[in-house]
């Protein structure tokens, strides 16, 4: 018997909670050794927030912009319009 025939065997064998949790095992596997082998194309959470962080510092794009402000509680619409103020004589705008 090949490793196929094998792994198809025990995988009969397995309760569907089992099976599932095969299968998230090896997505994630698989996952883990394509990431070490491929470089991705997306950047992680960290380095998105570390890219818009130096985007509202150099004044390419202002803080709240696709925030609809009235929206927000009164408090916190105020605070956001006085970071959106500040930001704005900073950077001339």
């Not at 202002?62 to 970071?83: G, M, Q």
Request: include cysteine; hydrophobic fraction near 40%.
């Amino acid at each position: 018997m090949n490793l196929v025939q094998e792994a198809e065997k025990n995988i009969a064998r397995m309760t569907p909670g089992e099976f599932e949790a095969f299968l998230i095992w090896l997505r994630d596997r698989v996952s883990m050794q394509l990431g070490a082998a491929v470089p991705m194309g997306r950047p992680s959470a960290q380095d998105q927030l570390k890219v818009q962080a130096d985007r509202l510092k150099s004044g390419a794009e202002e803080p709240f912009r696709y925030v609809d402000l009235e929206a927000l509680p009164e408090e916190a619409r105020r605070k956001a319009r006085a970071i959106v103020d500040e930001w704005r004589t900073r950077h001339g705008c």
